[in-house]
């Protein structure tokens, strides 16, 4: 491939998915803390308000300035959150490995899990199964496509729309569902 190192594009699968499984399972760590990062910004801006709201209360009180955990935490509450916090609340620590099957939706459902305060342990242990088929797709799907394009530019193009077509119809499919739960957009 042109712009790619030749000793990127000879590695193997034995060499991709090992560094994206390390990839993957930093940022995913990296996520949950921001999370928990975060919720302390959010409780402190909850006291914050209470004190206000418990001390004398004069007509011209100007209120104490929001640090930046503060203001970000109170960005995270969405429809995105909450779909989030719904899919935790239903499937619990097995929907951590869940989400590694989805794209976009897993960065806010880790996100979640460290701003609700999931255990860090737990979350680990259930966050590995995760790393790993995300790891093995993404690495499977990437070196077929690298030895698509040793063979032929077309092949590769053939095989890029076969993937394509493959994820526009499972998102098709799951937006067609009677289920409650839709399809992130």
């Known amino acids: 491939m042109p712009g790619v190192p030749s000793f990127i594009s000879d590695i193997g699968w034995w060499g991709i998915v090992p560094f994206l499984f390390v990839v993957v399972f930093l940022r995913s760590q990296g996520t949950y803390w921001v999370g928990r990062f975060l919720r302390r910004g959010a409780d402190a801006m909850a006291t914050s308000g209470a004190d ?41 620590f097995i929907g951590v490995p869940l989400c590694f099957l989805t794209v976009g939706f897993q960065t806010v459902v880790l996100g979640t899990a460290g701003y609700t305060r999931m255990r860090w342990d737990l979350f680990t242990l259930a966050m590995l199964p995760g790393c790993a088929a995300w790891s093995l797709l993404y690495g499977t799907v990437s070196v077929t496509l690298i030895e698509l394009w040793k063979q032929s530019p077309w092949l590769f193009t053939a095989g890029l729309l076969v993937v394509i077509a493959v994820a526009y119809g499972a998102t098709k499919l799951r937006r067609n569902a009677d289920s409650a739960v839709r399809t992130p957009q």
């Open 52 to 92: 206000l709201a418990t001390a004398d209360a004069d007509a011209g009180a100007i209120p104490p300035p929001a640090n930046r955990r503060s203001r970000m935490a109170k960005r995270l509450s969405g429809p995105a959150m909450d779909r989030a916090q719904v899919f935790l609340d239903k499937w619990g």
